[in-house]
């Protein structure tokens, strides 16, 4: 890279601050990797909207962020294209901060809220930057919230088209999903390369229509310091028999699924000692039909379930003290859930749904055990398979790999960076941009 120290901006749509997100978490953790690595500077700017107001007529906001960080303040979304519609403050605010950083990179590790304009601003104001882009979902391939999944019930999308798209929604015609795609896919282009976290989700984006070898495959980085000891057992009958559930309770994460069968397991499998310990929140915000269904559940299950409420993701070492096995029953496809990274580092294997990134890091009969995607019955299998296999715990936890840390991460980009850079001085960009 011709600058020694390159300077690099690390885009993010939201703050750890505000949004505990795991695509928050891993750009921010990118972010502090760089820093701490040496010979690179990184900035960090992230998107706020509502409730949180405006200072002023600019969208640049500090709120007392660390020094290198900022918030600029993004609400006219326009969330079917992925769209800014507030063009007129990305030209005169988001460049400002161009010009005055002019940095090296800017990796976007997501644009939602903030609109796909942004890219194009980058190119056109720093036409030899380098721009790379992390896929942490499939919102760009998806206009249901990016995950694929049919509307009106959990039918998983396999493959996306503008008369697919229709079909979920019949208001919107194919030629509008057309245009959208066409819309998305050419400033997607602008940038120079894309990261995923999972090879999962390169090969949907691939499928897409995009370039395959313009990814690379670079998971998210832990910021951990302390790793959890095994949960201490009875001397006497002990058995691995705590079941932990960390992340939101919405309608695709699959909580109806695991509480369904939780109360299915007989017995004389659970006994006294098993429990189901749930560590999320924001099941007020999901539809009433869905509220009703878990609190029927929950009422069934009875003194099987307890429930712990939401959580920093700094308290993930004391809670792992409590669990021996940690699931995720999600109905989509997922692509890289930091709760599987937080579970290998403190070694307790998994049980997940035997779909998209969690299929491919969680490894059956390796390092954890797949289910049916939707199965409550096949949940209850494996869950009854993890209470009475004594060895089974050890087993796998023998097979659970260390992951990558926030610097190993760090380094792994900015190689990746230094690589496109030198490419991109020997062979300019042909992307045209008109004004």
């Given amino acids: 890279m011709p600058n020694p120290s390159p300077r690099v901006l690390i885009v993010s749509h939201g703050h750890p601050s505000f949004s505990l997100g795991g695509a928050e978490i891993a750009a921010y953790n990118l972010h502090k990797g760089l820093n701490r690595i040496g010979n690179v500077e990184s900035r960090f700017l992230a998107r706020v909207g509502h409730p949180v107001a405006r200072h002023s007529r600019t969208a640049l906001m500090s709120l007392r962020q660390t020094e290198g960080e900022f918030l600029y303040h993004a609400d006219e979304y326009d969330h079917f294209l992925i769209s800014n519609r507030n063009t007129e403050e ?11 950083l002019r940095p090296d990179v800017v990796h976007f590790h997501h644009f939602i809220g903030l609109g796909l304009e942004m890219i194009y601003a980058v190119r ?13 979902e499939f919102l760009s391939i998806c206009s249901h919230h990016g995950q694929m999944v049919k509307t009106g019930g959990t039918k998983l999308c396999h ?18 999903f057309l245009r959208r795609e066409h819309f998305i896919r050419g400033l997607l282009d ?22 395959r070898s313009r990814f690379i495959v670079i998971e998210n980085g832990l910021d951990i310091a302390e ?15 705590r079941f932990g559930y960390f ?6 994460k699959g909580v109806d699924v695991l509480l369904d069968a939780v109360t299915c397991i007989p017995d004389s499998v659970w006994g006294d000692d098993a429990q189901l310990m749930i560590f999320g929140g924001n099941l007020e915000r999901q539809p009433e039909a869905f509220q009703e269904k878990i609190r029927n559940l929950v009422e069934r299950a009875g ?3 307890r429930f712990y409420g939401s959580y920093q993701n700094s308290e993930m070492p004391r809670l792992m003290r409590s669990i021996d096995w940690t699931i995720i029953p999600s109905i989509w496809w997922e692509n890289s859930p930091i709760v599987i990274q937080e579970s290998f580092h403190h070694g307790r294997p998994m049980i997940c749904s035997n779909i998209g990134g969690m299929a491919e890091k969680i490894v059956d009969g390796v390092n954890g055990l797949h289910f049916r995607v939707g199965s409550s019955q096949d949940l209850v299998d494996r869950m009854t398979e993890a209470l009475t296999s004594p060895k089974l715990w050890n087993d796998l936890r023998a097979g659970i790999g260390q992951p990558i840390t926030y610097e190993e991460c760090a380094q792994l980009h900015l190689d990746l960076y ?5 490419k991109k001085a020997t062979s300019p960009s042909t992307v045209a941009l008109t004004a």
């Fill in 418 to 422: 230094q690589e496109l850079a030198a």
């Fill in 247 to 252: 992340g939101q309770i919405t309608q695709f």
């Fill in 159 to 176: 493959r996306a088209s503008p008369s697919d798209c229709n079909a979920c929604f019949p208001e919107i015609s194919p030629a509008r």
């Fill in 190 to 211: 602008v940038a120079d390369f894309f990261v995923s976290p999972s090879q999962f989700l390169v090969d949907r984006y691939v499928d897409w229509g995009l370039d």
């Fill in 124 to 136: 056109r104001a720093l036409p030899d930057c380098v721009i790379v882009i992390t896929f942490h």
């Fill in 303 to 305: 003194s099987r379930v």
């Fill in 227 to 241: 790793t959890a000891p095994p949960r201490t057992l009875p001397q006497r009958g002990g058995r691995r028999s």
């Fill in 90 to 100: 990305i030209e005169r605010d988001f460049l400002r901060v161009l010009k005055d």
